[in-house]
Structure formats: C-alpha cells, structure tokens
C-alpha cells in the first residue's frame, strides 16, 4: 500500500516535521480577560492537537494598542510569556511543535477595549464590520489614522512579539497579514487613503507589511518566520476589486525574496461568483500562487484527506492546513490517516469560555472506550 503523501515528513524552514497536517489558527476566546495571559486551558488543548505536523497558534496581540477581540492572549507581557511558555512546554512534551500567531487588529477593535479612543488604522475607514468586545458584539467605528510615529512603533511592537515568542519557547512566528486586520487594511486600496509614504501605490501600501517582516527578522532567523496572506473578498470596504489580486501578487512576490518559512494561503472562505477573484475559486488559489512563491506553501479552507493529498501529490501545497475540524478532532491526524468519521463542531462554544466545547472533544479512541 503506497503512503498518502499527507503522513510523508516534511522539512519547513529548519524544523522537521513529521506529516503535512497543520493546525490553522483559531481564535477561541479562553485567555484571561483582564491580562490576555494564556491558561493552563489552553496549554491542554494544543498539547491535546500535537499530533498535527505543525500547530499555528492563535492569533495573539503584539501591544495593548494591537489588542482588539475580547479573551484573546498577548505577547507583550512578562507574564504573557511565561503564560505561552506552559503551552509550549505542553506541546513539545506532547511530541509536537507550535508557532505564534503575531497579531494586530488595527480597525477591528472597538473603543470598549480602549478607554473609549478609537482603534488605529492607516485611514478613518469603518470597516462595517463586527467588533468582539467584553460585552459582545458590536459595530465597528471608523478608526483613527496611525501617526508615523504610530507605525514605527507598530513595528517595533511586532519585533518584540517574535522575541518574546522565541522566549515563550515556540518554534517560530507567523505574521497575520490578511483577512480585516492591520496591515491587511493598510495593503487594501479602499482601507488605506494616506497621502504618506504608506498610502498611495501597492509599493507604498505594502511599506509596513515590509518594514514588519524585516523587524521580525532582525528577531527571528527567517527559516522560524512565515506569513498568511490571501486575497479575501469580505462585505464592505474588504470587498475585493480590481487590484485585490495584484496587490496581493506583490506582496507574495516580495516575500518570496526573503528565504522565509512558509507561506499560509486561504483558498475562497467566501463565495468569489462575480468578483475579480472568481478565477482562484477552488484549488485556483494554489494554481495560481504556488509559482510566484518559493518556498514552502500550506494550503487552506475546506480541507480533505482526499483533497490534500491531491494537492500535495500534484505539487500544488507542500503542507495543508485545518482550521475548523481541528475545533472537534484533537486526533485529527490520526483520523485522517485512518479514515474515521470526523466529530462535528458544537458551534454555541466555539467562542466560550471554560473546557466545554474546547478541550473535552474526545478522540475517537476515548469515544470508543
Ligand atoms: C473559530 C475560528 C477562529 C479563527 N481564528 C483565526 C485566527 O486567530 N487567525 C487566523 O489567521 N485565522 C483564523 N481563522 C481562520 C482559520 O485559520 C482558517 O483559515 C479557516 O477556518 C479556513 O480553514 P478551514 O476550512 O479548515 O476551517 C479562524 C477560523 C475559525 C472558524
């Protein structure tokens, strides 16, 4: 019987990874409200996911200024790094191996997590979206446009992110640079108005992008450093247009220049129909990047085993990603791997608070017995 290219090891900058299964990134609201300290919580169910070739942390702040989703950790503290250290400790004694999500929610916070002044963003543009704050969910605001004094500091925040998530003890970082936040709002056209240096042309938009990357490696060597990137099309000012695609294109192209560990990239979590990114709907995406990435590339949303090993054996991905059905399946590899029905997620405690819903999904082994 010839091995599924999923369960095949893989060398990703400088770690060895023993199959092509990644944990994506999961945001799931258990860290300590008042100092965004992981918990002892949080340590037993990543160490319960170790299996997976590589786990991608959750998307953790870089500053209180970058802090913007209720019960989410951070990375600027003491006590923020000794909190991630008992994940990581967790995770490695467990077999397996954890990167840090480096996280800044520019226009997505809301002015309840600051003392009533608006979040940051390159421009006054409301995201007409959601803000998760302590007491809920409400509308976002239009930001206030970062100072350039702001932005240096921005990036100085995120270089000490990435020392302090080598001193927590992970095995490298990741950059959050798509979806609605930070600098995915300064790379977007309609999000990024300035007149500056940061605004106006794609090279100037993706300025702080490039500045945060060569932060972080002045940190971290860059075979511990990746980026998730993607071309997303939200509702509102993230809708994607006509330059969605080739802002993205360049920021993949530079990116490639810099020897980095991977690259994260989500194929379509929304419908493209009748968007300028319909042509990368499916396995699109990857055809469509893969030859202006060198390097290693994890591929994302809507994964299957039949599907991974598809992209993996045509070289489309190097590695795939799993977001959602990691929520239920700690034994997700071995799942996979052996072909067992997947749990389904209980949706009402994906964003709880507590074990229920979090670290008491049995694997199929503890559900048998
Ligand atoms: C509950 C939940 C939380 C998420 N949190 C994050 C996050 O913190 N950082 C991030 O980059 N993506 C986050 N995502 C996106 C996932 O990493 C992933 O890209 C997405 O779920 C698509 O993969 P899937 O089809 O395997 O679920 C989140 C998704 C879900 C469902």
């Given amino acids: 019987m010839s091995v599924q290219p999923l369960f095949t090891p893989v060398r990703v900058g400088d770690l060895d990874l023993p199959n092509r299964i990644v944990m994506a990134p999961l945001t799931r609201m258990r860290a300590s409200s008042v100092d965004h300290v992981p918990t002892l919580l949080q340590a037993e169910y990543y160490a319960q996911r170790a299996s997976a070739g590589l786990i991608v942390a959750e998307a953790t702040a870089i500053s209180p200024d970058g802090f913007g989703w209720a019960d989410t950790p951070g990375l600027w503290s003491a006590e923020q790094v000794r909190g991630w250290r008992r994940v990581t400790e967790a995770v490695h004694a467990a077999g397996g191996r954890i990167i840090a999500q480096l996280w800044h929610t520019g226009a997505i916070a809301h002015p309840d997590m600051r003392d009533g002044e608006p979040p940051l963003s390159a421009s006054d543009v409301d995201l007409l979206h959601e803000s998760v704050t302590p007491t809920g969910r409400k509308p976002t605001v239009a930001p206030r446009p970062m100072t350039r004094e702001e932005i240096g500091q921005t990036v ?3 270089a000490r ?3 302090n998530a080598v001193e927590a003890g992970f095995d490298g970082v990741q ?4 979806y609605l936040y930070l600098l995915a709002q300064f790379l977007n056209r309609t999000t990024n108005r300035r007149a500056d240096e940061y605004g106006g042309e794609i090279e100037n938009r ?7 990357v060569e932060a972080v490696l002045g940190e971290v060597d860059p075979s511990r450093v990746g980026v998730k990137i993607s071309p997303m099309h939200e ?11 080739p802002m993205v294109e360049y920021a993949v192209r530079e990116l ?4 980095l560990s991977h690259l994260l990239l989500m194929g379509n979590n929304t419908d493209f129909t009748g968007t300028p990114l319909e042509p990368l709907m499916g396995d699109g995406m990857f055809r469509h990047f893969r030859p202006i990435f060198r390097g290693r590339l994890i591929a994302n ?3 299957t085993a039949e599907r991974g090993n598809r992209l993996i054996a045509d070289g489309l991905a190097d590695m795939v990603a799993f977001g959602r059905p990691y929520i239920a399946n700690p034994d997700l590899v071995e799942r996979l791997a052996t072909g067992a029905p997947l749990a389904d997620v209980d949706w009402e405690t994906v964003y709880g ?8 999904y049995p694997t199929t082994r503890q559900a048998a017995a």
């Fill in 156 to 158: 100085a925040d995120f």
């Fill in 161 to 163: 992110a990435a020392r």
């Fill in 175 to 178: 950059i959050l640079a798509n």
């Fill in 206 to 212: 993706a300025r702080l992008l490039f500045e945060v």
């Fill in 235 to 245: 509702g509102g000012p993230m809708a994607a247009h006509d330059e969605t695609l």
């Fill in 256 to 259: 490639s220049g810099y020897g």
């Fill in 301 to 303: 949303v809507n994964m």
């Fill in 353 to 360: 608070s507590g074990p229920r819903g979090y670290s008491d």
